[in-house]
């Protein structure tokens, strides 16, 4: 039987639901799945796990209580774990997160590591990636004695397959890292995290300017959207950075992702080219993303957004 | 003290990539600086100016042409370089060795740094293993830098906009985000004087570098399929909102 761990990423006490899809890929015949977990035990996740197919949760902590924040501890920790269960295939997502924790453990074992996958065949150690900005998909073969796999968020399926999950503690105490989290600084803004969300609406420069996006947040409140933005509109400070969608922001994987006055560059398309739906909202026939969305609305987003809000306003009190 | 800086010659994110079979893109076209690794170039030189008595080094591994992202590095203020020569770019276990060894023949460096990722492959893996091979603390990601001594504390970007303030020492190896700078265009002299600094050029072979067990091979390109036929939703903006309505709730069932 393999054992395949999977890195599981916990938000305010709630299992972030692009996991789900990563457990899904982890499944196979003969494979028994193990869930890392870090968040020091405080929810109990094993009804909602198990009916993704998790058959052990590993809760790891240290020695007298959950492991702080430390990217290198934490490696460290799962290193620990992996060998303690005699785990050589490891998956976890190309979040934030996941981007500061896989490559520190495949880099401590020597493993190969791909990140962003969007397809994975374990049993054949293959994998697919998108390559220069998405405009290619690299197939990959890994060989090792350990192998690491980096899955973009929500691109591949959640699909359900419910077994018993039980739930192991396993305790630590991880050599001093050399680094030190002094402190965390939280955003501003908080709302539905880019990476994560299921839709997205994004404005660009046809935003006009930094207060207009006002009518972007009031409309994904109703969706339970998150707000993205263009390079231009960043370029201009009309928005911050972490709201950068594309070749140098966030790349994201939504079910649906609603531009609004964005002309749709190569560098935009990079970050969001693996959406779902995309829809355009843009008054320029000729905008690139007029052509390469799959429905384009060719009129003011000032005329439409609103209506949208208030149409979704109005499904709400229905309700 | 000395300043490594890893950078990367790579396709401009505007040009059309067309593969070559199998494994392999058509070369004759735009490359350019891996922008995060202007960010990583940036701010060593930054440090050099605050210090004085830093050298910083630019190196690269590729082929022939990635000399150009060199001069690039040079122009923007970099000391010299060093070209690691290969015909046949390897993975990134193999890279990371690649770069350790150039970087320990040349010197002994106080700091590496890196862009965050390159926008080619999107590895995000090569800052790690460097750190791991020479056994230096790592950090990528980095929007805010500042060196007090020995100690150098960073602000690293985290999920939606958070960031992580983080304390380690040197030697340490230092992923550049975008946050990190505004790199600076090199002036016309800069270039020209970029031209005439030193280069060293070396084979990748005859770096004889310990060949790793485990691997990752590309077996195979293809150029993305663009599936979307676009459709235009047409009517007054009352008719467009209720057919988009519509479609976010039957086709993509991501509202009630």
Redesign the interface.
């Known amino acids: 039987m393999e054992k395949v761990g999977i890195l599981i990423e916990v ?1 305010a006490d709630q299992i972030k639901k692009a996991n789900y899809g990563v457990i899904t890929a982890a499944r196979g015949r003969d494979r028994q799945l193990y869930a890392f977990l870090l968040d020091g035990g405080r929810a109990d996740h094993k009804l909602t796990l198990g009916r993704y197919g998790i058959h052990k949760i590993i809760e790891i902590a240290g020695q007298e209580g959950p492991l702080e ?1 430390n ?2 501890t934490w490696a460290q920790a799962v290193i620990e774990a992996m060998e303690y269960f005699g785990i050589r295939t490891l998956l976890g997502l ?4 996941g ?2 924790l896989l ?2 453990i ?3 074992l ?7 996958c969007i397809h994975l065949n374990l049993a054949e150690h ?1 994998v697919r ?18 192998c690491i796999y ?1 899955v973009r968020p929500n691109a591949i399926a959640a699909q359900p397959a419910p077994c018993e999950a039980e739930t192991v503690i396993y305790r630590t105490a991880p050599a001093p ?15 539905v ?3 994560e969300a ?2 997205i609406i994004a404005g660009g420069r046809g935003m006009e300017n930094g207060e207009n996006f006002k009518i972007l947040f009031e409309c994904a409140a109703l ?1 339970g959207a998150a707000v993205g933005a263009s390079r231009a509109a960043v370029d201009a400070d009309w928005v ?4 950068q969608v594309g ?3 966030v790349t994201v994987s939504p ?2 992702y609603i531009a609004c006055g964005i002309s749709g ?3 935009h398309f ?1 970050g969001m ?1 693996t959406a ?4 355009a909202i843009n008054q320029d026939l000729t905008a690139a993303i ?10 003011d987003l000032f ?2 957004v609103p ?2 809000t208030r ?2 306003q109005a ?1 709400d009190g229905r ?1 | 003290m000395q300043i490594y800086v890893c950078v990367k010659h790579v ?1 401009d ?2 040009a ?2 067309t ?1 070559k079979a199998p ?1 392999q ?1 058509e070369e004759a076209i735009t490359f350019i600086m891996n ?2 690794d202007e960010n990583a170039i940036e701010e060593a030189v930054r440090i050099k100016k605050r210090r004085g008595d830093a050298e910083v080094i630019a190196v690269t591994l590729g082929k022939p042409a990635a000399e150009n992202t060199l001069r690039s590095a040079l122009a923007m203020g970099a000391d010299r370089g060093i070209l690691i020569l290969t015909e046949d770019p390897p ?3 193999v890279t ?1 060795r690649a770069l350790t060894v150039a970087i320990e023949q040349d010197g002994t460096p106080d700091i590496i740094f890196t862009g965050k990722e390159s ?7 090569t ?3 460097l ?2 091979a020479l056994d230096m ?5 980095v929007a805010a830098f500042a060196l007090e001594g020995k100690r150098v ?1 960073v ?15 040197l030697p340490c190896v230092i992923g550049a985000g ?2 990190l700078n505004k790199p600076s265009y090199p002036t016309l002299p800069a270039i020209m004087q970029a031209r005439r600094k030193e280069v060293k050029r070396i084979a990748l072979d005859s770096l004889r570098i310990e060949k ?13 399929v ?1 599936a ?6 047409k009517g007054s ?2 008719e ?3 057919q ?2 519509r ?2 709730r039957e ?6």
């Open positions: 938000k924040w990217p290198a190309t979040s934030s997160q981007k500061d490559p520190r495949a880099a401590r020597d493993a190969p590591l791909v990140m962003d293959t990636k998108p390559q220069y900005s998405g405009k290619t998909i690299a197939t990959l073969k890994v060989q090792g004695g350990h980096g890292a050399g680094l030190t989290v002094k402190a965390i600084k939280q955003a501003m803004s908080a709302g995290d880019l990476s299921e839709i969706m911050p950075y972490a709201m070749q140098t922001g079910k649906v560059s190569v560098q990079a080219k779902g739906l995309i829809v007029i052509g390469k969305c799959d429905y384009a609305i060719v009129a005329e439409i209506r949208l149409k979704l499904l309700i | 396709p994110t505007a059309k990539i593969v494994n893109i922008p995060y993975d990134s276990l990371a926008i080619d492959n999107a590895g995000f893996q800052m790690y293993r750190a791991a603390t790592v950090v990528s990601n504390v602000e690293c970007q985290m999920e939606g906009g958070a960031r992580g303030v983080i304390e380690l020492s975008k946050g790793p067990s485990a691997r990752a091979d590309i077996l195979e390109l293809k150029p993305a663009e979307r036929r676009a459709q235009q939703l903006a009352e467009v909102v209720r988009l309505i479609i976010l086709e993509a069932r991501v509202i009630e």
